[in-house]
């Protein structure tokens, strides 16, 4: 237990402050863009919709900022632990494999819970936005649980050698995904084809659940059913292609 606290407090060291890329796109791009939302390009929006307006805007940013975070934060994490030789040195330690990853996931949840308080009180204090506290917590796990197949899918990407090569596989990922999900702009205003593919997209629940939970429903159970799915099905991709990198080694 000591090993894995140790190991924890080392990573959440190395992402926070060690990291200036990742304060800065992690979260001062989240923070700025639903600053510039909210407050420059808020023109047109009806007076009696602007609280509405105000909170599903920090909503996508929020789940925005989470998604950046478990792509680039989590694969290069990986990749730089792979460069150092750190899991060649685990082996030869008493420190079971296991306790790595696992704190690799610990690090993760908490750097992703910390993003959602900065932004949620970004959202409070400068906009007004207003919840019941059951609202705010069952949102920011929501999007916890809405971005588990982007934490899955940076340990694919972390399959890549060079970390140029991963953070440009990462932009092209993370993108066309927030815009097509809607996290920037409603979906509405997409074409219809566009709006069938983020229906069929976990980070188009992830939002959308957490807004419907701000506005004290339940999210759908399609939603559910389709992080899910998404999750389980990249997780054992990601453990095939690590299995056959391992072979391949050999």
């Not at 909503?59 to 460069?83: C, G, H, N, P, W």
């Amino acid at each position: 237990m000591n090993a894995l606290i140790i190991q924890t407090k080392t990573d959440l060291n190395r992402s926070l402050f060690r990291s200036k890329p990742f304060i800065f796109f992690s979260l001062g791009m989240p923070v700025g863009f639903y600053l510039l939302f909210t407050k420059v390009f808020n023109m047109g929006v009806p007076e009696e919709y602007l609280a509405v307006f105000y909170k599903d805007s920090m909503i996508q940013m929020a789940t925005y900022s989470v998604m950046i975070s478990s792509l680039f934060s989590f694969s290069m994490t990986l990749i730089e632990d792979r460069k150092q030789g750190v899991k060649q040195f685990l082996r030869l330690s008493p420190l079971p494999e296991r306790s790595y990853y696992l704190s690799k996931i610990l690090t993760q949840f908490l750097i992703n819970t910390l993003l959602l308080v900065v932004i949620f009180i970004v959202g409070h204090f400068v906009n007004g936005v207003q919840m019941d506290f059951g609202a705010w917590v069952f949102s920011a796990l929501w999007i916890l649980y809405g971005c588990l197949p982007i934490v899955a899918l940076a340990t694919i990407v972390s399959l890549v050698k060079d970390p140029n090569t991963a953070s440009v596989l990462n932009n092209m990922i993370l993108m066309p995904l927030a815009i097509i999900s809607g996290l920037w702009w409603p979906i509405d205003m997409f074409p219809e084809i566009v709006q069938k593919m983020a229906t069929g997209l976990p980070t188009y629940y992830a939002a959308q659940g957490a807004k419907q939970l701000a506005a004290g429903q339940l999210p759908d159970s399609k939603g559910i059913l389709i992080i899910f799915i998404y999750f389980v099905g990249i997780m054992v991709l990601s453990i095939y292609l690590n299995g056959r990198k391992e072979e391949i080694k050999r």
